[in-house]
């Protein structure tokens, strides 16, 4: 039992009893309690709408469903009103609030970080996810996603950069998509990609959804305007965990780590002379030049075999293409000197890592597509004889950095899956372990060190396999056992290219595997260690798709009984016939 009386917490009716939510399909229930709703655009105050105390009881995963409350929309208080604080600064509060979902007779909501959210018929929150949230796991000193976050914050440091922690996960669908161009159909904004709060909110699928708060934030911190002239920050990095709806396996993980980094230069007008456009500009174009001038030497080997643009990863209207060649030039190697550094500590601690003493350090550009950069690239490692990819990155679109409030600048952006990065640095081979509690994971790693992950033990797999028939199609976008297809845990991908495929949203009803990944996570939690597709096969005569999966289930600390996992996969298939469209076979 645990009483929830802070002004930090949603408050409800004393005599509410609450317990523990079922299935991800409750969370599904539509909501009508508009009282819950608010904004995470419109910054709130720490304490939510109801004005009383509540009891509460804990569960595995600390959610907290309401059993039999009595309060109705139009009983609940006002909301607290808004204090002043800018959109962007509501995310860098770090406040330790646990997510608390409440369901008060067929309205339902959640409150992370302080601020609560109605669901409504869009959710698709799993308490699994939600068990997930507030860990913080990048401001725990000793861990490896805080060590690899200050390791990439020493290369893009301060007064250059201003580093950012983003705290609160939640962020409207407008700041995850529209706002950075994303188009109405692009797949990445369906519901078998995206965890939905409601129509409105997401969990945040990419940094980048704080792009322009960023970006407005850089344009009122650096002014460089007439005699008033600041240096202020001219860059910035975020960090934050982010969540997309995914495959299951040793590098996918619902959950995981990115950052984001940025770079703009603005016009500087003299301070004794009425200056012409032409000397404005030239200014710029110089001190972008001189910045990459500055710019200290590597020893990476690096491929680039590409124009820096062309047609098909073009430069923009708005952009002198003088200036386009020296930002892509600035913003490679600045990436480059960051991998360098990454790549040659991982190969100090391990040795068998990244690379050997004879194997140089090797890696390569490629182009790639993201609505908010043109033209945009990748970068790859080369790592254990294959191309890995690392980031994605590119020119900031110009209508960004205007509607920002930043229209004189120009500048490039880029975002980094942290786990990647650690996976390389520490030799960590399953990326469930940055969730682990068990100490002879956590004590391995130290402040400011890398060390080489040791194993401390491998515990035996059992994997189980389920069947089943399919009644419609699978989507189209996301076909069946198109596994990785969003370019891996701690890649680039959420801004990936939409020309590849079309959206999973116009067919709700269709088969979509992330749906039976959901519901393995959901059941299984980190017991899950790989979800594939082992079998398919139309049937000659009815036409109808079967499909089976094999599950396995390994735990990372200790041996599963047989009965243990037997009550698991018993769970994953009651879930999967009840809520999904299949027929067991
Ligand atoms: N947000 C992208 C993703 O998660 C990564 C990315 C690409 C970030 C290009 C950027 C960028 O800032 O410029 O897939």
């Not at 600064?89 to 770090?94: A, P, R, T």
């Not at 990436?335 to 990454?342: D, P, Q, R, S, T």
């Not at 786990?419 to 790693?445: C, T």
């Not at 990785?484 to 949203?505: L, N, Q, W």
Request: hydrophobic letters at 35%.
């Amino acid at each position: 039992m645990r009483l929830l009386a802070t002004g930090h917490a949603v408050r409800v009716a004393r005599s509410a009893r609450f317990v523990a939510v079922p299935s991800t399909a409750s969370l599904r229930r539509a909501s009508s309690n508009a009282a819950l709703e608010q904004g995470t655009r419109q910054p709130g105050p720490p304490g939510v709408p109801c004005a009383e105390e509540a009891t509460y009881e804990k569960t595995r995963s600390d959610i907290l469903l309401k059993k039999d409350g009595s309060r109705s929309a139009a009983q609940a208080p006002p909301q607290s009103p808004v204090p002043s604080r800018t959109p962007f600064e509501q995310y860098l509060i770090d406040e330790k609030k646990p997510n608390t979902i409440l369901n008060d007779e067929g309205s339902s909501g959640v409150v992370i970080s302080s601020r609560p959210h109605t669901f409504d018929a869009t959710t698709n929150l799993s308490p699994s996810i939600l068990s997930h949230v507030d860990r913080r796991l990048y401001m725990q000193p000793d861990h490896p996603i805080c060590i690899t976050r200050k390791l990439i914050e020493s290369v893009f440091s301060p007064p250059t950069y201003e580093n950012h922690i983003a705290s609160n996960p939640v962020v409207t669908a407008t700041d995850n998509f529209d706002g950075l161009g994303f188009p109405a159909d692009h797949p990445g904004r369906s519901r078998t990609d995206t965890y939905y709060l409601n129509e409105n909110h997401v969990l945040r699928t990419h940094t980048s959804a704080h792009q322009l708060h960023a970006f407005s934030r850089l344009a009122t911190r650096s002014s460089t305007t007439g005699e008033t002239q600041q240096a202020g920050y001219s860059g910035y990095t975020i960090c934050a965990d982010v969540f997309r709806r995914d495959s299951i396996d040793r590098s996918h993980f619902p959950v995981f780590h990115q950052m984001e980094g940025a770079h703009t230069w603005g016009y500087k007008p003299s301070k004794t002379k009425q200056d012409s456009r032409y000397e404005l500009f030239k200014r710029r174009k110089n001190e972008i030049a001189r910045d990459l001038y500055d710019l200290p030497s590597h020893g990476l080997k690096v491929q680039d075999l590409n124009l820096p643009f062309h047609k098909d990863n073009p430069a923009q209207a708005k952009h002198d293409h003088e200036e386009v060649r020296l930002m892509a030039k600035h913003l490679k190697k600045s990436l480059e000197i960051l991998v360098a550094k990454v790549l040659t500590q991982a190969r100090d601690a391990g040795g068998s890592m990244v690379g050997t003493s004879q194997e140089p350090l090797e890696v390569r550009w490629i182009d790639a597509y993201f609505p908010f950069t043109s033209p945009s690239w990748e970068l790859e490692v080369f790592w254990q004889g294959e191309w890995l990819e690392l980031l994605g990155c590119g020119i900031v679109k110009q209508e960004l950095l205007e509607k920002a409030g930043c229209g004189d600048k120009i500048g490039w952006a880029w975002g980094i899956g942290i786990e990647r990065l650690a996976m390389l640095l520490f030799g960590i081979p399953d990326i469930r372990l940055f969730w682990s509690q068990d100490e002879r994971f956590l004590s391995q790693f130290k402040e400011g060190t890398i060390t080489k992950y040791e194993p401390f033990s491998k515990y035996p797999e059992c994997y189980k396999d389920v069947a089943f028939w399919i009644s419609a199609a699978p989507a189209a976008a996301t076909p069946v056992a198109e596994t990785g297809s969003r370019g891996g845990v701690a890649a680039a991908a959420a801004g990936g290219d939409a020309r590849k495929a079309s959206p999973a949203e116009s067919q709700l009803a269709a088969f979509h595997e992330n749906d039976v990944m959901e519901i393995v996570r959901d059941s299984a939690g980190s017991l899950a260690e790989d979800v594939k597709l082992v079998d398919e096969f139309v049937h000659p005569t009815s036409g109808r798709k079967s499909l089976c999966y094999r599950i396995v289930y390994r735990s990372l600390e200790r041996t599963l009984t047989n009965e243990e996992v037997n009550q698991i996969h018993g769970e994953v298939v009651a879930r999967l016939a009840s809520e999904l469209d299949v027929e067991l076979r």
